[in-house]
């Protein structure tokens, strides 16, 4: 408890030292539940370059924007962090509302690429400076910036939930019969079908192009353009790579998402805060309890709700399953990829099986769990799961990580595909914001379960996994030791697991936030999953943004790709483990 | 790199594949289509063919499994069907994804309303079975079935469901969750027992 | 084999002699040309968000469907008899999904996986959801369920089984005369424009205009 009172006068510090070091253009954030310094657009790049060079902070870890309507401005914020551990800062540029206009910072942190390019797309805040902002999410001809506050979507029905439709006359009419093309799309009033012409991703090769140039070539060779399409049966999902070949070796690649957007975060603009609980399940649906405890830890940072003991463990218990599925299928996914075709993967299926049963039978569903509230979790164990539970972490699971272990890591055809193929080096996966497994692997021991310690993690004794050579091989290992560390820390949480009440107070269903910011981070399976929410005393939020480590460590993609061979590229990208659900939200 | 990596691998599968038949030797016919060999499949200590065999060997599901909503309704003296529900709209106003309509009932002299619903509609095909709805209810009335065996040709008919096609017995909710139902009815005779002040 | 077993495959109208009992089958060219069909359909993987996952499970070791027929999934199209949707279909994503399905050739079948697929599920009132896959292709059976579980991904492969029984030679759609007529595929404009509402497009302009006009 006694670092809740150190830790802000130590933020309050670097905040300080920046106002006394850029005395006319940073300025102390004082709106009330707000932290942070407001920085003046136009010396943004000259701030960011003093933190990152001068004041040690050289981790961005996110970049986002907020529609402030009422005021008049729109504002974009950015999370720094230190690489070698401790709390962090947020400092913001605002400007008016009408002339959206910023400089961006990947000239400093490249890490910010995909980002700014989504709150362009999103928000429609032009940086200047960027080298290729165009739309990633949505596609180009789409009308409008949809998180914009004035923005409204096809099926639209009121502004904030619960619609007054629903009760308590409730006369049941689908969404798409009230639209006259029985679809959930509306056009502006000038467009004409016939005189249409589509764009045909014409800015995206363009863009590759530009960037085939910057390469340099010296022998005339054609340059093959190939689409490694949405359907592939390894991408992992929908997700869509342009590259050029030069034979078989790749000259440049252009990632291309949006393929599942499902428009998390203007649903839980409308949602109260509860209701977004079952939504962010689906963010990343392979470790569904981890993005509950994100957006539990942030909201609670707002309420000051803190769990209970019992609730507090669980949550630990919990949360280790969980990277030890997703560690599974990664694995798993990754061999299927390099082409050992079913196997490993259905071993490894047959052990994630098991621990999906303990969370069918304590959370109520296979995947979607919906099991964390703020304060606490849902329901208690039943009957006979502390048994089942004690039984997969000391008696299955470290025999069966064993022999995982000794059936694929010493395989000859793995090392000589994986090994010194989609090398990070430890300053680029700063530079780049990579997160978890990429930047452990290329030598950087940041976890923030060790970093910036949150819930329990502190009691628990467990090693950070870090290897040092930052190729795909090393990625993998990083996967197989972090399951092992995870059955420590769950040994340890059943030992110890206390009795006692699960969730703080009465279940409510209006849980009530005051105004304010905050940023929850949690160290999910894939990297670091944060939660960045903006409330104003309403019951539904005013922002709310997931900085999704996915989306973020496919920033590096490119550079980790080129040079190799086409055939590694997908070793590369199952090497990074992404999901689409993440990636796209 | 001389290929023993690859060989001590192909032994860990030669290992499993073997494994099975010698499991299977060992039950002597009775592992496949009995209960207790779909339990001993489910546990941790399982070794060889993992595979239930649907739809001959049906895996049950445990209490807390959710899937599409379902009313309760007590059952009257003469067969007549009361619902628990009082419209009170709790649980429309706690769906998140807001696939519940619910229309309370008028009474036609007063004006007033009266705890009961003339119409209630979950439209299945919004649904995210989250089970807040359950969660929430303070009469116990809408709780999470447990049948999965839900598939249809045609949505637009079937997918709405309302009032007829939702309520079932208490009967049948005591069936699936044993252990909430008496947890229930324990609160509830409790919370009669009390002194009303 | 004990499908043909069960479903009786001889046809009831002739009686077959005691001692040829178990050597001769009368039946009709249905009920083999159904049974064919519908114990070797190849799904393709079309996983698009969560319930691909479960349809990796439904593959996987605990609830295999290679016992149904349909271990080869195929990532192309051309290869494949059913296209399983499972996960949410966006409006970026629908034009692909469209030239999917008319690359596949006859006959085909479309199961629509999960709440998302079938109407939208719980993304329904966003800007880039598509409110079911029905709306641009034939759906034949639809699975609700958030996501659906593997024994009720499997239910309703066997619902698809069933329907695939009831078919005929005499009326199934390819093999009619005339030619089957490939689905439109979407235009990506300021939203997404199915080119068969495009005249519906042109009645609301002009509804306005003259609406304007007189107003």
């Not at chain 1, 709310?544 to 973020?552: G, K, W």
């Not at chain 3, 009709?28 to 969560?50: Q, V």
């Amino acid at each position: 408890m006694s670092e809740q009172t150190v830790a802000p006068v130590l933020e309050r510090s670097i905040e300080n030292e920046l106002v006394t070091r850029f005395p006319e253009c940073v300025s102390l954030d004082t709106r009330k539940g707000y932290s942070g310094v407001l920085v003046k657009p136009e010396n943004l790049i000259e701030v960011a370059t003093a933190l990152r060079d001068d004041l040690g902070y050289d981790y961005l870890v996110s970049v986002t924007g907020t529609d402030y309507l009422p005021e008049g401005m729109m504002e974009t914020v950015y999370h720094i962090y230190k690489a070698t551990g401790g709390p962090g800062l947020v400092f913001k540029a605002q400007f008016p509302r009408d002339h959206a206009v910023v400089p961006s910072l990947v000239p400093v942190f490249p890490g910010a690429d995909l980002q700014e390019r989504e709150t362009w797309d999103l928000l429609g805040i032009r940086f200047e400076g960027h080298p290729d902002l165009r739309r990633i999410l949505l596609w180009e001809g789409f009308e409008g910036h949809p998180l914009r506050k004035d923005w409204r979507e096809p099926f639209f029905e009121e502004e904030a939930k619960p619609f007054k439709s629903r009760w308590p006359e409730g006369h049941i009419q689908r969404a798409e019969d009230k639209n006259p093309f029985s679809n959930n799309v509306a056009y502006p009033p000038d467009f004409d079908p016939d005189s249409w012409v589509e764009d045909k991703d014409s800015m995206l090769y363009e863009s590759l192009k530009r960037s085939i140039k910057q390469q340099g070539s010296d022998i005339q060779t054609d340059i093959v353009m190939v689409n490694m399409g949405p359907q592939h049966p390894s991408t992992h999902g929908v997700f869509r790579m342009v590259v050029a070949l030069s034979g078989e070796t790749i000259v440049s690649l252009k990632p291309v998402m949006g393929y599942l957007h499902r428009n998390h975060e203007k649903i839980a603009e409308r949602n109260t805060y509860l209701q977004i609980m079952p939504y962010t399940d689906r963010l990343d649906y392979l470790s569904s309890m981890s993005n509950n405890f994100g957006y539990a830890l942030a909201v609670e940072k707002l309420t000051g709700a803190r769990p209970p003991e019992r609730a507090e463990y669980l949550r630990v218990i919990m949360a280790e399953f969980t990277r030890i599925c997703n560690h599974l299928f990664a694995i798993g996914s990754l061999l299927n990829d390099l082409g050992a075709y079913f196997t490993p993967i259905l071993y490894a299926i047959e052990e994630r099986e098991l621990i999906l049963d303990v969370f069918e039978a304590v959370a109520g569903s296979r995947m979607m769990c919906n099991y964390f509230r703020f304060g606490g979790v849902a329901r208690d164990l039943p009957e006979g799961i502390l048994e089942q539970i004690r039984k997969i972490a000391f008696d299955r699971l470290p025999p069966k990580i064993d022999e995982l272990d000794l059936y694929l890591t010493n395989n000859e055809i793995i090392r000589s595909r994986t090994e010194g193929v989609g090398v990070l080096t430890p300053e680029q996966a700063i530079a780049y914001s990579a997160a978890g497994p990429v930047l452990r692997a290329s030598g950087v021991p940041y976890d923030i379960r060790r970093a910036d310690p949150y819930s329990i993690y502190d009691r628990f004794d467990f090693d950070v996994v870090v290897h040092y050579h930052g190729d795909a091989y090393d990625r993998y290992l990083v996967r197989i030791e972090e399951m092992r560390q995870s059955v420590r820390i769950i040994q340890q949480a059943v030992k110890d697991l206390p009795g006692g009440p699960i969730q703080e107070g009465k279940p409510q269903y209006q849980v009530r936030v005051p105004a304010g910011e905050a940023y929850g981070r949690v160290e999910g399976p894939k990297g670091e999953l944060g939660f960045y929410v903006v409330a104003n005393g309403k019951p539904n939020p005013w922002r709310y943004h997931v900085r999704a480590p996915s989306f973020i460590n496919l920033t590096p993609y490119e550079l980790m790709c080129v040079g190799n061979k086409v055939a590694d590229t997908v070793a590369i990208l199952g090497s990074i483990d992404i999901v689409l659900g993440e990636v796209d939200r | 790199m001389d290929g023993m990596g690859i060989v001590k691998g192909m032994g860990v599968t030669l290992r499993r594949f073997l494994g099975t038949f010698v499991d299977d030797l060992k039950w002597l016919g009775k592992r496949y289509y009995t209960e207790e060999g779909v339990a001993r499949r489910r546990s941790t200590d399982t070794r060889g063919i993992f595979t239930v065999q649907y739809p001959e060997e049906k895996l049950p599901v445990p209490e807390e499994f959710r899937y599409v909503p379902f009313l309760v309704y007590e059952e009257g003296q003469d067969g007549e069907k009361k619902p628990r529900c009082t419209s009170c709209g709790i649980c429309a106003k706690v769906c998140p994804p807001q696939c519940i309509w619910i229309e309370r009932t008028v009474n036609p002299n007063t004006g007033r309303p009266v705890p009961e619903p003339k119409a209630f509609y979950i439209d299945i095909d919004i649904c995210m079975n989250c089970g807040f709805c359950a969660e929430f209810c303070p009469f116990d009335a809408i709780k999470m079935d447990h049948d999965y065996e839900l598939s249809v040709y045609d949505r637009h008919q079937k997918d709405i469901y309302d009032l007829v096609h939702l309520l079932k017995p208490v009967s049948y909710y005591a069936t699936i969750r044993p252990k909430n139902y008496a947890l229930e009815e324990a609160a509830w005779a409790k919370a009669a027992h009390k002194p009303m002040d | 084999m004990s499908d043909m077993k069960r479903d009786n495959i001889n046809s009831t109208k002739y009686d077959i002699p005691p001692e040829l009992e178990g050597r001769v089958s009368v039946t009709t060219l249905d009920k083999i040309y159904n049974w064919g069909r519908r114990s070797s359909i190849w799904p393709m993987m079309f996983g698009l968000a969560c319930c691909a996952i479960e349809m990796i499970c439904t593959a996987a070791s605990r609830y295999d469907f290679a016992r149904f027929g349909m271990e080869v999934m195929r990532p192309s199209p051309r290869q494949a008899d059913l296209m399983l949707v499972s996960g949410t279909v966006t409006k970026k994503m629908i034009p692909i999904l469209v030239r999917l399905y008319n690359q596949m050739p006859e006959p085909k079948y479309v199961v629509a996986m999960g709440a998302c697929a079938s109407g939208g599920g719980p993304f329904k009132e966003g800007y880039n959801v598509v409110a079911g896959v029905d709306r641009y292709i034939p759906v034949d059976v639809y699975i609700p369920g958030c996501p659906p579980t593997p024994q009720a991904l499997l239910h309703g492969l066997i619902t698809l089984q069933r329907k695939i029984d009831t078919q005929s030679i005499k009326t199934v759609r390819w093999y009619r005369k005339e030619p089957i007529e490939a689905i439109p595929v979407p235009i990506l404009g300021p939203d997404v424009l199915d080119p068969r509402q495009a005249n519906i497009l042109k009645e609301i302009a002009q509804a306005k205009q003259t609406e304007q006009a007189q107003g």
